[in-house]
């Protein structure tokens, strides 16, 4: 089955403990992304990456980290996690945006309270 | 950048009553416009796209507009049903490598 997978799900977590969420997909996808939703603020990119070693900030990138050495995965890295970035945070792929297909993939999100 | 503004943030409608949601955009580079829809508590899924080429497409009860001269491009929801009450996100993109822009989301709710 072709989906986007994200992990932890659900994660409670301390100000300043670093954390990783992953990310992995299993369609081949060159591009990858992260967003976060807040309310009112819809969905706001973090980074995406069009290929392997290729990241690129989005509109939001302040404390936070990526890399994508392998296609699959793409994993979200939180240093020093602040109460600001308690959120929802989506993954998402698609194949080469410049194919003009465009569809983006998410995953199930991950929810993330900083305390 | 491109810029996605999106209207109203809230909708609620009778059920069997049409919806429509509007966005502009800022770039007229941009010729990707595709509408996600996110139930509650579920991920955002793709219900119908267009590109500039063209100027409306349907797909049963939904349908898209695009006017490239007005940079506006807008979602109508025909004969609306309790299951279409979701958030919905329109947003924009060039071809080549920039990524999609989301508008920041219309809540419609259908009341039966």
């Known amino acids: 089955e072709a989906q986007v997978t994200q992990n932890p799900r659900y994660l409670i977590t301390v100000t300043g403990k670093k954390l990783t969420v992953t990310c992995s997909q299993n369609m081949n996808h060159e591009y990858m992304s992260w967003y976060r939703q807040d309310p009112g603020l819809g969905l706001r990119q973090i980074y995406y990456?069009?290929?392997?070693?290729?990241?690129d900030k989005g509109d939001v990138p302040e404390g936070y980290k990526v890399s994508r050495k392998e296609k699959r995965n793409f994993p979200l890295i939180l240093e020093s996690p602040s109460p600001n970035q308690t959120s929802l945070y989506f993954c998402?792929?698609?194949?080469?945006?410049?194919?003009?297909?465009?569809?983006?993939?998410f995953g199930e999100g991950s929810r993330l309270t900083v305390l | 950048g491109e810029n996605v503004e999106q209207h109203p943030s809230t909708l609620s409608v009778q059920e069997g009553d049409s919806a429509v949601i509007k966005c502009t955009y800022s770039?007229?580079?941009?010729?990707?416009f595709p509408w996600y829809k996110q139930e509650l508590g579920k991920r955002p899924q793709l219900i119908i796209d267009i590109r500039s080429n063209v100027g409306e497409k349907k797909d049963q009860r939904i349908a898209v507009t695009l006017n490239k001269t007005a940079k506006h491009f807008s979602l109508h929801i025909t004969e609306t049903q309790p299951e279409d009450s979701a958030v919905y996100f329109c947003a924009a993109s060039r071809s080549g490598n920039t990524p999609l822009v989301f508008g920041k989301g219309t809540r419609l709710s259908v009341i039966a």
């Open positions: 770039d007229s580079a941009s010729n990707y």
């Open positions: 990456s069009m290929n392997v070693e290729v990241t």
């Open positions: 998402a792929s698609s194949v080469r945006l410049a194919r003009n297909t465009g569809e983006l993939f």
